[in-house]
């Protein structure tokens, strides 16, 4: 029997909306699940990465675990797909970068509203944000992009299907969208 | 006997004068654009209307359409020069389209949408550009603005005001309002002006009526902009 | 600012208002003016010249904003500009810029579009693109006036003299002393003598005999595009216009080139006579010659030649006491932008307006200033001219190729024995000019300036000439001690300063192309980098609105090709890398946390399969 290929995500600096959006293929799930198999994922729960045939990610990249977990998705994974908005150009987490870093920590730990015990958190347990917010291509290279905030169920549909039967990538009009 | 030339291999009639814009649109065939608005001089800087003539790429909107000449306006390496063109104006500002009221009756977006255009590719720069709330009926988010200049010349040509100008040169091109404080409020823009309904993107919008037309209804999110039309043509139903 | 500065600033605008007229087309030249006296142009000039030329306050501060050389907010009492050319680098301007911020106690380096200000306002330190003094550099512009043959001994008087506050007029006078450097004469720079032959035989034999002259001669535009000067002003002759206009561009931006300047300061006369010329074929009653604000210190010289020649009737109303033949030439100042290099920026400079270039057709043959039929040739050109007129077509024809007639004048910088000016038949080997100049090792050549070639050794056999290397003068040489890279960062940089922002690829794609070269070069580059270079650059070249653009990735494209080492040898080995570095990103949180543990730390990718060892 041939093996099936292996799917890895994660999300970044995002929402969750794109995996919301993954799971809202419905029953269309039951095919994928035939289709492949579920590495590293949190829909499965598995930390660590093994090789994989694809990687999706979702979110940009805010701090030194994004880094690390793309990182290591690149080199993990033999496609990488940059799914959403935030993967592909920051999203709404890069409009931070109209502020310095220091005036979003100051505003959010010490001088917000309602915030007791001000002070910038500086526990090593709490990854370091990174100055500005990337889209994912600027750190590591992507092969594939998924537009979308999020990407509609059916594009990724299409998406996946597409790519795991080796077909160009084409998408209807509708299901391409920047928002 | 009329003149006429080939797009794309289809007979386009024109008549002495007319550029090969001109002369596409009045035959219901779309070039994309973005500075140009046909109730405007052509101006000739986004750059997205590029075709090939001969191997010679110019300008559609520029160019003077001439008798016999064949233009190209879709073959995939026009199509990928002007991704790149649309890609370079989506990493110079700030283009936050879930962020935006103008999505999806946008022309920037509809015209990437129409190029194929995915992703930003390039590194995008980030700038720090101000929001400009300052006027009672108008907002000016100057991170959208992509310098084509149609409220420029609005209000400069129709409205006779000169309240909008391009300062600056190369990326610090910025456009700026006349006005003592530099404001849009203290300026004497006002929201019947010709200059408040021509941005192609969410720069200027008027205030008061954000997200008003459900996902899924808004002006490209059935159809493209090749069928649908310049958001222009749609602005003055709102008008 | 106080009450009685804004008092002095209305009283010189409307002092110069007087004088200089309220014609909102003189507003750059107004701006200039203020800028040379306030050092900058404050908020009450903006007012009172947006009042009295019927300009907004907006488009005035567009103006400046647009200008290198004009500020809102003051620079020093001395501003001093260095020259930051690549040629200007060989020589050793790094250091001294460095050895001169020492001296005045400021701290950081200026970068283009951004100055040092000492805080007491006594002195600025800025850069400015190439000013024109590639042979005898590094050189610096002080309020305007250049000062050239910089030395560390000269860089320490100069930091004395500031800090003494000694004005200009008693700095010593070698400072300023800007040498020719003719090395080789041909059929232009045989002769300066000029006794108004050309205009005499224009009178004598007509206007059609004058241009069938030029026609004959096959003389093409000296400024490196190479129209057919006499098809441009027959064209200008013929189009529909209330009134003619003559201009020729002095805006020599080009870095690297410098002959203009020559022709300036040694021909004249002969340049004048040759704008007269065309006046005379045309019908232009008005000229003008349009000086970059780089050679400001040429203006009382070139004024006095005006005078003179109005004087010998040569100028002026009826020139040499032919009735109806009047024309006279304002000079008009550049204030630091390269792209009024080009004709219609050029004009629209001219018209006092942020020099962006126009849409083509019309051309300025017949819609040029005011929207009338103009000329704009190069100041080779008229000088040329004026020689056709004055002795026969078939004498330039003389010299050169059949597509190209007669000579070429050369500015030679970089690395050779003897940089200055060569004039050489069209034809002429690039080997020659390398050999008669005293290069030695010649890595490369960059001819034309940054928006030209690089030429490689293999090119060393090419010939100047329209049909295979034109050229608009530009010639810097590159030994083979040097690294090509320096050259392509100090263009790349260059370009995406002076481009204009009107359109899309160049505007964008100009800062994509310098960011990816800086990235190579700080070592953090990848393969992948250079295809995108190769992309952005090949986009430009199509796409881009005026020459600027187009030519603009030339030396990036170029050296891809022709020497590719200069980037490959400072690749990662990775075939892609961040945009970024991804440690330095993470430097103002470890700065906000106080934390500089191992997790507030990014390594470097390391390659698969490669351990490191501690």
Redesign the interface.
């Known amino acids: 029997m041939v093996e099936k290929p292996r799917v890895a995500t994660a999300s970044l600096c995002g929402c969750f909306g794109c995996h919301m959006s993954l799971l809202d293929i419905d029953e269309r799930i039951l095919q994928l699940v035939d289709l492949v198999t579920f590495d590293r994922t949190p829909l499965t729960d598995i930390k660590t990465l093994g090789d994989c045939d694809l990687g999706l990610i979702e979110g940009g990249v805010a701090n030194a675990e994004n880094v690390e977990v793309l990182r290591e998705f690149r080199r993990c994974c033999k496609t990488l797909v940059a799914v959403g908005a935030c993967a592909v150009n920051g999203g709404i987490p890069a409009m931070r970068n109209q502020f310095g870093l220091a005036e979003c920590l100051r505003e959010s730990y010490c001088e917000g509203i309602g915030v007791h015990n001000p002070g910038i958190p500086n526990d090593p347990e709490i990854p370091l944000l990174l100055n500005q917010v990337h889209p994912i291509h600027e750190v590591v290279a992507i092969d594939y992009v998924l537009p979308g905030c999020p990407p509609s169920a059916d594009a990724i549909w299409t998406f996946l299907t597409e790519l795991l039967e080796g077909r160009p990538i084409a998408f209807p009009y509708t299901q391409i969208h920047f928002d | 006997m009329s003149k006429s030339f080939k797009l794309d291999g289809r007979a386009i009639p024109f008549e002495t004068g007319q550029t090969i814009m001109d002369a596409a649109l009045a035959a219901g065939v779309y070039i994309p654009h973005l500075c140009h608005n046909p109730e405007f001089a052509?101006?000739?800087?986004?750059?997205?209307c590029?075709v090939d003539i001969g191997g010679r790429?110019v300008?559609a909107c520029?160019a003077?359409a001439s008798e016999g000449m064949e233009v190209d306006s879709s073959s995939e390496a026009i199509q990928a020069?002007r991704r790149?063109?649309l890609q370079?104006?989506?990493?110079?500002g700030?283009?936050?389209?879930?962020?935006?009221e103008k999505?999806?009756a946008c022309q920037l977006?509809a015209v990437?949408?129409y190029a194929g255009m995915?992703?930003?590719?390039?590194?995008?720069?980030?700038p720090?550009?101000p929001v400009d709330a300052s006027h009672s009926d108008v907002i000016i988010d100057f991170?959208r603005c992509?310098?084509c200049e149609l409220c420029v010349r609005a209000s400069r040509d129709l409205d006779g005001k000169?309240v909008?100008?391009?300062?600056?040169?190369?990326?610090?091109?910025h456009l700026?309002?006349?006005s003592p404080s530099g404001l849009l409020g203290d300026s004497s823009f006002a929201v019947g002006d010709k200059a408040a309904h021509v941005c192609p993107t969410g720069a200027i919008l008027p205030k008061g009526r954000g997200y008003e037309t459900p996902?899924g209804e808004r002006l490209y999110?059935?159809?493209?902009i090749s069928i649908v039309g310049d958001v222009r043509a749609h602005e003055e139903e709102v008008v | 600012m106080n009450a009685s500065t804004a008092v002095t600033v209305e009283g010189f605008v409307a002092e110069s208002l007087v004088t200089h007229g309220r014609d909102p087309r003189h507003l750059l030249q107004h701006l200039i003016r203020v800028q040379q006296r306030f050092s900058c142009v404050p908020d009450a000039a903006v007012e009172a010249l947006s009042a009295a030329l019927d300009v907004t306050r907006t488009q005035v501060r567009a103006a400046i904003a647009f200008y290198a050389f004009l500020h809102e907010r003051p620079r020093g009492a001395f501003e001093i500009r260095f020259s930051d050319n690549i040629t200007d680098r060989m020589l050793g301007s790094r250091r001294l810029i460095r050895l001169l911020i020492e001296r005045l106690e400021l701290s950081g380096l200026p970068a283009w579009g951004r100055d040092l200000i000492r805080d007491d306002g006594r002195v600025s330190v800025g850069l400015a693109s190439c000013t024109g003094m590639c042979d005898q550099g590094p050189a610096l512009l002080v309020n305007g006036q250049a000062v050239t043959n910089l030395d560390a001994q000269r860089v320490d008087r100069i930091a004395d003299l500031v800090q003494e506050g000694i004005p200009l007029e008693r700095w010593p006078g070698e400072f300023f002393r800007v040498e020719n450097n003719i090395r080789r004469h041909g059929l232009l720079l045989s002769n300066p003598a000029n006794d108004g032959a050309a205009l005499h035989r224009l009178i004598d034999e007509g206007a059609d005999d004058a241009l069938a002259e030029v026609e004959r001669s096959g003389l093409r535009g000296r400024g490196g595009a190479g129209f057919t000067t006499a098809i441009k002003w027959r064209f200008c002759r013929e189009a529909p216009g209330i009134d003619r206009y003559v201009v020729c561009n002095a805006d020599e931006g080009e870095p690297g080139t410098f002959k203009d300047r020559v022709l300036l300061t040694d021909y004249a006369d002969l340049v004048i006579e040759g704008m007269t010329v065309c006046a005379g074929v045309i019908g232009a009653r008005r000229g003008f010659l349009y000086l970059r604000g780089e050679y400001r210190y040429l203006l009382p010289h070139l004024e006095s030649v005006l005078q003179r020649r109005r004087a010998e009737g040569l100028l002026g109303t009826m020139i040499l006491g032919r009735d109806g033949f009047d024309f006279d030439i304002e000079i008009h100042l550049g204030a630091g932008a390269y792209i009024c290099g080009e004709e219609s920026a050029l004009i629209e400079s001219l018209e006092g307006k942020r020099g962006v270039t126009r849409k083509r057709p019309p051309f300025p043959v017949t819609s040029g200033f005011d929207d009338q039929p103009t000329v704009v040739n190069n100041v080779e050109t008229f000088l040329a001219a004026a020689r056709v007129v004055q002795w026969g077509g078939y004498w330039l024809r003389g010299e050169g190729t059949d597509q190209s007639a007669g000579s070429k004048i050369l500015s030679v910088s970089g690395d050779c024995a003897w940089p200055g000016i060569y004039e050489y038949p069209f034809g002429t080997p690039v080997h020659q000019v390398l050999s008669d100049c005293g290069a030695e090792n010649t890595q490369a050549v960059q001819i034309s300036g940054a928006a030209g070639a690089t030429l490689s050794p293999a090119d060393f056999d090419r010939i100047i000439a329209f049909e295979d290397l034109p050229t608009a003068g530009s010639f810097m040489i590159f030994d083979d001690s040097r690294d090509l890279l320096d050259m392509v960062r100090n263009f790349a940089a260059f370009f995406a300063h002076e481009s204009c922002g009107f359109c899309t690829p160049c505007r964008v794609g100009g800062a994509l192309l310098r960011n990816l070269v800086e990235k190579v070069a700080a070592g953090q580059g990848s393969e992948y980098d250079l295809s995108e270079m190769r992309h952005i650059g090949a986009v430009m070249r199509q796409a881009s609105y005026c020459g600027l653009g187009h030519t603009a990735p030339n030396h990036v494209l170029n050296t891809l090709d022709k020497f590719p080492q200069i980037y490959r040898r400072r690749l990662e080995r990775e075939a892609h890398t961040p945009s970024f570095d991804l440690d330095s990103a993470l430097s103002e949180a470890r700065a906000l946390t106080g934390r500089d543990d191992i997790g507030a730390h990014i390594r470097a990718q390391i390659p698969e399969g490669s351990e490191v060892s501690a």
Do not use: K, W
């Not at chain 2, 052509?42 to 997205?48: A, E, F, L, Q, Y």
């Not at chain 2, 995915?118 to 980030?126: M, N, Q, S, V």
């Not at chain 2, 909008?164 to 091109?173: K, N, Q, V």
């Open positions: 052509p101006h000739g800087s986004c750059r997205v590029l790429q300008s520029t003077a020069t790149a063109i370079m104006l989506f990493v110079e700030n283009h936050v389209c879930p962020a935006c999505s999806g977006q990437a949408y995915l992703a930003p590719h390039f590194t995008h720069f980030f720090r550009r991170n992509i310098l000169r909008f100008a391009i300062s600056g040169r190369g990326l610090e091109s700026v309002i006349d996902i999110d059935r159809e493209p």
